[in-house]
């Protein structure tokens, strides 16, 4: 009986000093607090110490430098803007916007933005286009429509890479797509349609460059197949396709695209609009200049011909911040298709509303 008790002591005795030690099975604590930490390395410290793995040994980490994605696409108010200090503001606003060189790479299929998204409330202009008109008759309006001058406006532009270095390390697809609507949502008489919408969808090689030219950065060349259409039956449909060339310019604060195309050509008869390289150009430039938290943008385009066939367009906006995530939008635009169903049509157009993503 004795023997067989100190037998049972001994073997708790045994027990008792093989359990582990408070280092190795801490108490358990509430990880709830751990999920408020915004940065990734203490938020995982707080996550490893909730675990009982505080002691165990640290990885070596593999330091690399990214570059920040700019507008990776959260409805934000943009890219990281250059303040003084800065340290994760990426050097080159194109780098940041098509992740060119090898240090801002982010692989394929992120959702970003591509041209600014905004919501104008108050589009006005004036000279609204009543009896849209192109050379082929079937693409005539015969009777006036009842349009008011006063409209809405708003814009929805992604882009996403999907193959990343078609030429070992050179060269990245994108794919994008721009939507932009008009929208008589005064127009109580007429039930409050829409006027119009372009639908503009389209593919981009873009290759990183590096050259300079009069204190400018050359930094991107691109190459790109880009459809444009309002999506409407005759005699109001409106539609063209081109091919797209990108050459991209930067210095501190500006960023320039030069924009040449090249329309692709259709068969007469089934053309909605066989003169609109005449008025919509056959090149822009966009130029874009960031002052502090301001962002001030102009396009110029021009048919690039004389005479009876010299028509363009330009257009001014400015973006500036408001508080949270929206920022002001202001927009200009006189001169030749400030839309498809406008493309021959000369008017000023000036809206004001919320920006959720600027051009850099």
Sequence with gaps: ??????????????????????????????VRPCTAIESDAQRLACYDRAAGRASLPT??????EVAPPSEVFQLDSGPTRAVPGDATRASSLLD???????????????????????????????????????????????????LDDLEAKFQLSL??????????????????????????????????????TNYEPEAMLVFDT??????????LLGIGVNHQSNGRSNPLSRSWNRIIA?????????????RPWWRIAEQREDDDNPDISDYMGRGEVQIVHES???????????????????????????????G?????????????????IDYNHNATHVGLGVSLLDWY
Aim: net charge positive.
């Design 210 to 219: 590096r050259y300079e030219v009069l204190g400018w950065q050359g930094r």
């Design 292 to 322: 502090g938290r301001q962002e001030f943008g102009l396009m110029l385009r021009h048919s690039l011909r004389g005479g009876t066939h010299n028509h363009g367009a330009a257009q001014l906006t400015w973006s500036f911040p408001m």
């Design 1 to 30: 009986m004795m023997r067989t008790s100190v037998t049972v002591i001994l073997a708790l005795c045994a027990a008792i000093a093989s359990r582990p030690t408070p280092a190795q099975d801490p108490k358990p604590i509430d």
């Design 59 to 64: 990885a070596q980490k593999k330091v690399t």
């Design 159 to 196: 882009k996403a890479k999907v193959w990343q270095g078609v030429f070992g390390h050179d060269g990245d697809l994108w794919v994008a797509y721009t939507q932009s609507s008009r929208w008589q949502v005064y127009n109580a008489a007429e039930s409050r349609p829409f006027r119009e």
């Design 324 to 340: 949270g995530n929206f920022r002001g939008y202001l927009e200009l635009f006189k001169g030749y298709g400030e839309s498809m």
């Design 246 to 258: 990108d050459v991209g310019f930067e210095r501190t604060g500006w960023t320039v695209m030069v």
């Design 96 to 146: 940041s916007r098509w992740e060119l060189s090898r240090r801002s790479k982010l692989g394929t299929y992120n959702v970003r933005g591509y041209k600014p998204i905004y919501l104008m409330p108050a589009f006005v202009t004036d000279d609204r286009n009543v009896r849209p008109q192109s050379p082929n008759p079937d693409n005539t309006v015969d009777t006036p429509e009842s």
